[in-house]
């Protein structure tokens, strides 16, 4: 009687498939939880990066706006009798140019992933590559 109520039973190899199955449920969720927590750590120094790049490229913007200002004060203050009107024209072509290159400057610094999550980004690679 006692073989028989233990063929009914459960199989010997269920229990080490849901032991299996539970394993890798809990490896799945720490993995899950590592990743997680490495994004915010990223997301957090990326955001620091961000807004101390943005406090000092606004103060140095203000700073430069001044000397700028006084700078092509004194250039048409002392280009005025010899050029008159033109110097204005000189001066906002030069502007304009320096502007343009400023632009692609930063177009270029934005396009090189300086603000994106590297090492999150390729753990995650590696752990879809091991999945599948």
Not at 8 to 26: M, Q, R
Not at 103 to 129: C, G, I, N, V, Y
């Given at each position: 009687?006692?073989?028989?109520?233990?063929g009914a039973g459960i199989?010997?190899?269920?229990?080490g498939l849901l032991a299996?199955?539970?394993?890798?449920?809990?490896?799945?969720?720490?993995?899950?939880?590592?990743?997680?927590?490495?994004?915010?750590?990223?997301?957090?120094?990326?955001?620091?990066?961000?807004?101390?790049?943005?406090?000092?490229?606004?103060?140095?913007?203000?700073?430069?706006?001044?000397?700028?200002?006084?700078?092509?004060?004194?250039?048409?203050?002392?280009?005025?009798?010899?050029?008159?009107?033109?110097?204005?024209?000189?001066?906002?072509?030069?502007?304009?140019?320096?502007?343009?290159?400023?632009?692609?400057?930063?177009?270029?610094?934005?396009?090189?992933?300086?603000?994106?999550?590297?090492?999150?980004?390729?753990?995650?690679?590696?752990?879809?590559?091991?999945?599948?």
């Amino acid at each position: 009687m006692d073989h028989q109520s233990a063929g009914a039973g459960i199989p010997e190899s269920e229990p080490g498939l849901l032991a299996g199955i539970a394993g890798a449920a809990k490896s799945a969720l720490a993995l899950l939880h590592n990743r997680l927590e490495l994004a915010a750590l990223e997301a957090g120094e990326v955001r620091d990066n961000l807004l101390r790049a943005t406090l000092i490229g606004v103060a140095g913007l203000v700073v430069l706006l001044f000397a700028l200002g006084l700078w092509t004060a004194l250039i048409v203050v002392l280009a005025w009798d010899a050029m008159g009107w033109t110097i204005l024209l000189l001066m906002a072509a030069l502007y304009s140019l320096l502007s343009l290159a400023l632009l692609f400057q930063l177009r270029s610094l934005l396009t090189r992933d300086k603000l994106s999550l590297p090492a999150t980004m390729a753990e995650l690679r590696k752990d879809r590559d091991a999945l599948l």
